[in-house]
């Protein structure tokens, strides 16, 4: 039966699918459910944040180092498949990468859609799951347009009458936002506090800047405690950033301190803090006939 399910999820770029998610792809494909992942962009505008892999043989191919890296990190979750949409990373607001015409947020809308639908048509995805449509936090243009074409290449996919040459129709059940817990936040905020270390998360509640609370629109949990080493290794793989990125080494470390403070304690707290930690997925339910 499990050979006739697939979960796709779709980001932006090589890195988000480790830091996003991961737990729960890796839960589903330890179940036997094919995952596929869509990758919009390249990456090609991330730094190198991590010293060690700052080398002139790492920035002559950074491209294929970043692919190496996806590639590494879907193995580890146990992704089944990975899909490039084809597109060069946008980079922030106002750079000279934000402003070509090749990357994706400048790509016509329709012709992203259509290559999201002509993979949806082709893998047959139940649920889908993307980003959430309050980018304000972080408004990288690629996630924001993520959320743009997936709702519509949702709808699009199962509809005969749109992008007919993308293949034989076929129409998902569900997709899924996923989202960070400002639970899971506090709570590991907390501990580092606690432990007289300093947080990586104190910016996230500071003033205009801070992440807003979202919690209450969580509809779903996915119990990941027992996929934490494919997330790991995911984020790991992807050396080019792993030392200092916040969703990696901090994270990583809150691992351990996940563990060691809340492992075993009952509640809710303690399931959104493991789920977010590793998936940051309390992911928000959209149910297409919920919709209008
Ligand atoms: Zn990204």
């Not at 050979?3 to 839960?27: V, W």
């Not at 180092?65 to 060069?88: C, F, K, N, T």
């Not at 301190?257 to 303690?270: F, K, M, P, R, Y």
Request: charge should be negative; glycine fraction near 6%.
């Amino acid at each position: 039966m499990a050979d006739d399910l697939c979960l796709l999820q779709i980001h932006a770029h090589p890195d988000d699918e480790a830091s996003k998610g991961a737990g729960t792809s890796a839960k589903y494909a330890a179940e036997g459910i094919r995952n596929v992942l869509v990758c919009c962009t390249g990456g090609e505008e991330g730094d190198i944040l991590n010293p060690a892999m700052d080398r002139p043989d790492v920035r002559a191919d950074l491209a294929g180092v970043r692919m190496a890296e996806l590639e590494a990190s879907a193995r580890a979750i146990g992704y089944d498949s990975v899909q490039m949409l084809g597109y060069r990373d946008s980079g922030m607001p106002d750079t000279e990468a934000n402003a070509r015409a090749d990357n994706f947020a400048n790509a016509p809308l329709d012709e992203a859609v259509e290559r999201f639908v002509k993979i949806i048509r082709a893998e047959r995805p139940q649920v889908i799951i993307t980003y959430h449509e309050d980018r304000n936090w972080y408004p990288h243009p690629d996630h924001i347009r993520v959320w743009e074409i997936s709702g519509p290449a949702f709808d699009a996919a199962g509809d005969p009458d749109r992008f007919p040459d993308a293949g034989e129709p076929w129409q998902p059940s569900k997709l899924y936002y996923v989202a960070w817990s400002m639970a899971r936040v506090k709570a590991l905020h907390a501990v580092y506090l606690d432990r007289g270390q300093e947080s990586p998360f104190a910016r996230w509640f500071e003033g205009e800047n801070s992440m807003p609370d979202r919690d209450e629109r969580f509809t779903t949990r996915i119990d990941v405690s027992e996929h934490l080493g494919a997330r790991r290794a995911a984020l790991l793989a992807h050396a080019k950033e792993s030392a200092v990125v916040m969703h990696c080494l901090p994270a990583h470390r809150g691992e351990e301190i996940t563990n060691d403070v809340l492992d075993g304690a009952a509640s809710l707290v303690w399931r959104q803090v493991f789920h977010r930690r590793t998936a940051m997925i309390g992911v928000l339910r959209w149910i297409k006939e919920e919709t209008s």
